[in-house]
């Protein structure tokens, strides 16, 4: 008997040679879901994905967030079609980046000006350096599960790919780079309290995402942002939002728009960028303008503002932005939530963002989700993968809705589920 090899582990062979982990980014891998290659995507259409074996799945990944107006939608390919059609890159202001910028200063009422980076690394590496040194200040108190981006000083204890993999740190990242990092579980406001009162005289900074995305979905309790806020108030601290996944996802303005929670600095990236490399921090201008030229912080990047991200991310909030556009979101990931909380996972959701968890119980903090049952939840994924449904390839990432997804597609995920628990 002849064994033919699939497209995509003949892919992954030939990528294994040259590309570490033949990935460029670890969780893709889909290693923790016991598969022994990744899918290796051929093209998108909508709320479909469709491997390089021609399979076609329902997809939930959408590129891990930014997709929210679909694969491949006709105007974002027409916009960048069009930016390109001038030129690629520039290296210099254009009017894309402009009325990009003004966008997302009349999204968030928090952000007064920008300044645009290519992707949520360096948004938040960026908003820490400026609230150091704005505040004159060292220490930042950040959240055990939360994941910044692959800053050295924020990969302490954090979610996302680490969680998946079960990194609670990394070699290469020197013990004195992480010791002004101050650890507290995401929801202990009273810890959190204690540690920034304790510091209270060098801590520059908290930095939270205000619906945790990396430890798998967690909204804050009732509080906890409001208490952080306030602790932020009575420091001298600076509250970074990062809303790098929630910015756009969760309502037009943010999580800060859903939470009625005003931070000092908002980091943003994934649905801003249309698909395309970009991200950005801004917040108050006297903070903003410490930033070189105007200032003496220093940060810059070649393809900052990059015409053809700044053209994606324009028509994908010109999508937004059009009358009951939150609304099919809405309906969509409430049903999908409902679908899967029926076939007995323990679904948390904020929005347009959710994840279902092999936990008996509420998951309201690190300690809870990683609690949850991986080895099920790999035997969940495969499962779905089979009936057609492709999910985050861990425990600890989301579900992200888009607009393109239909609620047929929504009835094949539940049904697959459903069977799956039996």
Same mark, same amino acid.
């Given at each position: 008997?002849?064994?033919?090899?699939?497209?995509? =582990?003949?892919?992954?062979?030939?990528?294994?040679?040259?590309?570490?982990?033949?990935?460029?980014?670890?969780?893709?891998?889909?290693?923790?879901? *016991?598969?022994?290659?990744?899918?290796?995507?051929?093209?998108?259409?909508?709320?479909?994905?469709?491997?390089?074996?021609?399979?076609?799945?329902? @997809?939930?990944?959408?590129?891990?967030?930014?997709?929210?107006?679909?694969?491949?939608?006709?105007?974002?390919?027409?916009?960048?079609?069009?930016?390109?059609?001038?030129?690629?890159?520039?290296?210099?202001?254009?009017?894309?980046?402009?009325?990009?910028?003004?966008?997302?200063?009349?999204?968030?009422?928090?952000?007064?000006?920008?300044?645009?980076?290519? =992707?949520?690394?360096?948004?938040?590496?960026?908003?820490?350096?400026?609230?150091?040194?704005?505040?004159?200040?060292?220490?930042?108190?950040?959240?055990?599960?939360?994941?910044?981006?692959?800053?050295?000083?924020?990969?302490?204890?954090?979610?996302?790919?680490? &969680?998946?993999?079960?990194?609670?740190?990394?070699?290469?990242?020197?013990?004195?780079?992480? &010791?002004?990092?101050?650890?507290? !579980?995401?929801?202990?406001?009273?810890?959190?309290?204690?540690?920034?009162?304790?510091?209270?005289?060098?801590?520059?900074?908290?930095?939270?995402?205000?619906?945790?995305?990396?430890?798998?979905?967690?909204?804050?309790?009732?509080?906890?942002?409001?208490?952080?806020?306030?602790?932020?108030?009575?420091? *001298?601290?600076?509250?970074?939002?990062?809303?790098?996944?929630?910015?756009?996802?969760?309502?037009?303005? *943010?999580? !800060?728009?859903?939470?009625?929670?005003?931070? @000092?600095?908002?980091?943003?990236?994934?649905?801003?960028?249309?698909?395309?490399?970009?991200?950005?921090?801004?917040?108050?201008?006297?903070?903003?303008?410490?930033?070189?030229?105007?200032?003496?912080?220093? !940060?810059?990047?070649?393809? =900052?503002?990059?015409?053809?991200?700044?053209?994606?991310?324009?028509?994908?909030?010109?999508?937004?932005?059009?009358?009951?556009?939150?609304?099919?979101?809405?309906?969509? +990931?409430?049903?999908?939530?409902?679908?899967?909380?029926?076939?007995?996972?323990?679904?948390?959701?904020?929005?347009?963002?959710?994840?279902?968890?092999?936990?008996?119980?509420?998951?309201? +903090?690190?300690?809870?989700?990683?609690?949850?049952?991986?080895?099920?939840?790999?035997?969940?994924? &495969?499962?779905?993968?089979?009936?057609?449904?492709?999910?985050?390839? +861990? !425990?600890?990432?989301?579900?992200?809705?888009?607009?393109?997804?239909?609620?047929?597609?929504?009835?094949?995920?539940?049904?697959?589920?459903?069977?799956?628990?039996?």
């Amino acid at each position: 008997m002849v064994v033919v090899e699939s497209a995509s =582990s003949e892919l992954y062979r030939r990528a294994c040679r040259v590309i570490p982990g033949g990935v460029s980014s670890p969780v893709r891998a889909m290693r923790s879901v *016991g598969r022994d290659h990744p899918l290796f995507a051929a093209r998108g259409e909508g709320g479909w994905l469709i491997d390089a074996d021609g399979n076609r799945y329902v @997809d939930w990944v959408m590129s891990w967030g930014p997709l929210i107006a679909g694969h491949a939608h006709p105007r974002v390919v027409a916009a960048v079609a069009e930016a390109a059609a001038a030129g690629t890159s520039f290296g210099a202001p254009t009017r894309l980046e402009l009325e990009l910028a003004e966008e997302l200063v009349r999204a968030l009422p928090t952000v007064e000006m920008v300044r645009f980076v290519n =992707s949520g690394t360096e948004a938040t590496m960026s908003a820490v350096r400026l609230a150091r040194a704005f505040t004159g200040r060292s220490k930042v108190l950040k959240f055990i599960g939360g994941y910044h981006g692959h800053v050295d000083a924020l990969l302490a204890q954090a979610g996302s790919g680490l &969680a998946t993999l079960a990194i609670p740190s990394t070699p290469g990242v020197p013990a004195a780079v992480t &010791a002004d990092t101050l650890l507290v !579980q995401y929801n202990d406001l009273e810890a959190a309290r204690a540690v920034a009162e304790a510091s209270a005289d060098d801590l520059a900074c908290v930095i939270v995402e205000p619906v945790a995305g990396n430890m798998g979905v967690v909204p804050p309790q009732p509080g906890f942002l409001e208490g952080l806020r306030t602790i932020c108030n009575g420091t *001298g601290a600076l509250l970074i939002a990062d809303e790098v996944i929630t910015g756009f996802r969760v309502a037009y303005g *943010g999580a !800060q728009e859903r939470l009625a929670v005003r931070a @000092d600095l908002t980091c943003l990236g994934k649905v801003m960028g249309g698909g395309l490399p970009a991200a950005a921090f801004g917040g108050r201008a006297e903070v903003m303008e410490r930033l070189a030229p105007e200032g003496d912080v220093y !940060q810059a990047g070649t393809l =900052s503002g990059n015409p053809l991200a700044m053209a994606a991310g324009l028509a994908t909030l010109e999508l937004l932005r059009e009358p009951g556009a939150y609304d099919r979101l809405e309906r969509v +990931s409430r049903a999908l939530a409902a679908g899967l909380a029926g076939a007995g996972a323990e679904v948390n959701r904020a929005g347009a963002m959710l994840t279902g968890f092999m936990h008996p119980g509420p998951v309201r +903090s690190f300690a809870d989700a990683a609690a949850s049952d991986t080895a099920r939840y790999a035997a969940f994924h &495969a499962h779905m993968l089979r009936r057609g449904v492709y999910l985050a390839p +861990s !425990q600890f990432e989301a579900a992200m809705p888009s607009l393109a997804h239909t609620g047929e597609q929504v009835e094949q995920t539940v049904a697959a589920a459903v069977e799956f628990a039996g």
